[in-house]
């Protein structure tokens, strides 16, 4: 059976990683779509600096384990953002 797997160009994560690549998004656009957990207000550093950075951002929260019914809703609201990155947080 063949058997395929893509994934994310490039993966960041440590403590303050978040916030130190708010200069990395701003080179690959200026409207992010930040899926966060329950909370995006926990974020509020990282967010701060999507703005600090003149990024647009608009938040998606995901409580629990996603759904493909989540999955799709998140697809549909981050084409309605404009969004041209997205960015996972938690």
């Known amino acids: 059976m063949d058997f395929e797997f ?9 403590p303050g990683a978040a916030v ?3 200069s990395d998004v701003a080179a690959l656009g ?3 779509f930040v899926v966060t957990r329950a909370d995006p207000q926990r974020f509020s ?5 999507l703005g600090a950075a ?5 938040t998606f929260s995901v409580t629990g384990e ?5 999955a799709a809703d998140a697809v549909t609201a ?8 997205v960015i996972g947080i938690g």
């Open 78 to 85: 981050a084409r309605e953002a404009g969004a041209d990155v």
């Open 66 to 70: 996603p759904t493909t019914r989540l």
């Open 20 to 22: 130190r690549s708010a």
């Open 30 to 32: 200026r409207r992010a």
């Open 6 to 14: 893509a994934t994310a160009n490039r993966i960041v994560f440590g």
């Open 45 to 49: 550093e990282v967010l701060a600096a």
């Open 54 to 58: 003149d990024i647009e951002y608009v």
